[in-house]
């Protein structure tokens, strides 16, 4: 039998109404949850997902603001921008879109977002308090695969998850809310010798590489329940993921699909994080007034 699919913009779309409910609650209060993107430069690629990011937010009622500045953008320019909008008090979310062009730092740029509206998760803060059991911001595409299991009742205790990848925005974080739900987590990366051999081991397998189809039939668990986080643009124009779709469906016992699966639930989470940022100003601006 093949894999039961792990539909993301379904679950997207049963979160989002939930989101629809605590943005009037926080509304009642005077307050609208407002994000503001930052994109630098005209990456193809990069100007498609900030569209879609705008369009989630007017999708289910956050206020959202697209900052575009040129490619030649300096350092000092972005920084101001962060600034005025870490002071701006109708936005409680900062996103600055990545990659950034190579003259630009980083991590200085995101280490510059008040922490209290990074919703990216990507703050030294964000990145320590995850690691430390109390998260301040989830970053987006691991706690939509965390969502994502839940939603299907897929058991972590003592479950062998195998992360494949160990990016600072995927891979590591994915390790962290694994091994806190109380999975026994293995990383491998590009380093890793006889990859097969620790995939074979998965009962949930994280792919995060970014190559098309790396992930073969053979190299997955009957049964084991695959989630494919990458996002490959194939000469021809398709959309694929680092899962072999169409081997591994009939391996798996859990599949999600690309697209429509891991890429929706990335944006569900942002839109999460940014309703999370308002809620906690709203709470701070209530305590303030008793
Ligand atoms: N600061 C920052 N935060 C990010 O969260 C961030 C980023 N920079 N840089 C780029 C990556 C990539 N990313 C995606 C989100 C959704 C889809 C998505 O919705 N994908 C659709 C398909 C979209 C299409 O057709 O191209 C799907 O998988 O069904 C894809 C990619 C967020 N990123």
Same mark, same amino acid.
Do not use: W
């Given at each position: 039998?093949?894999? !039961?699919?792990?539909?993301? #913009?379904?679950?997207?779309?049963v ?13 009642? $209060?005077g ?7 930052? *994109? ?25 603001? +697209? ?22 008090d ?8 990545? &990659?950034?062009?190579a ?5 200085k740029?995101?280490?510059a ?8 998760? +990507? $703050?030294?803060?964000?990145v ?8 301040? +911001? ?6 939509g695969?965390? =969502?994502?299991?839940?939603? $299907? ?8 998850a ?9 891979? @590591?974080?994915m390790?962290?809310?694994? *091994? ?5 987590? !293995?990383?491998?990366?590009? @380093?890793? =010798?006889?990859?097969?051999? $620790? ?11 970014? =190559? ?25 124009? @398709? ?9 591994v #469906? ?13 890429? &929706?639930? !990335?944006?569900?989470?942002?839109? %999460?994080n !940014? ?8 709470? %701070? ?6």
């Amino acid at each position: 039998m093949p894999a !039961t699919l792990i539909d993301g #913009k379904l679950l997207s779309s049963v979160l989002r109404d939930e989101l629809r409910e605590r943005i009037e609650r926080v509304a009642d $209060h005077g307050y609208k949850p407002g994000l503001v993107v930052i *994109l630098v430069g005209a990456d193809p690629a990069s100007s498609v997902y900030v569209k879609n990011k705008i369009k989630a937010c007017e999708d289910v009622g956050i206020y959202s603001v +697209f900052e575009h500045l040129p490619a030649t953008a300096s350092e000092e320019e972005l920084l101001d921008v962060i600034q005025a909008y870490n002071d701006d008090d109708s936005i409680q979310g900062i996103l600055v879109q990545l &990659p950034l062009p190579a003259h630009l730092d980083a991590h200085k740029v995101i280490e510059a977002i008040a922490a209290e509206k990074d919703v990216d998760g +990507f $703050h030294l803060s964000s990145v320590g308090a995850l690691v430390t059991g109390k998260p301040l +911001f989830r970053p987006c595409t691991p706690y939509g695969v965390m =969502k994502m299991l839940e939603a $299907h009742e897929i058991p972590l205790r003592g479950a062998h998850a195998v992360v494949v990848g160990a990016s600072n925005i995927v891979g @590591k974080p994915m390790a962290m809310l694994l *091994l806190q739900a109380g999975a026994t987590v !293995t990383i491998c990366n590009s @380093k890793t =010798k006889d990859l097969a051999h $620790h995939t074979k081991q998965a009962d949930i397998l994280i792919a995060a590489v970014g =190559k098309p189809n790396m992930i073969t039939s053979s190299m997955v668990k009957p049964g084991a329940v695959v989630i494919d986080v990458g996002i490959n643009r194939l000469p021809d124009g @398709k959309l694929v993921g680092d899962v072999d779709f169409n081997s591994v #469906k009939y391996v798996a016992g859990y599949l999600t699909p690309v697209p429509g699966g891991v890429g &929706p639930m !990335t944006i569900t989470m942002l839109l %999460t994080n !940014t309703v999370e940022a308002a809620e906690r100003a709203c709470a %701070t601006q209530l305590a303030s007034l008793n």
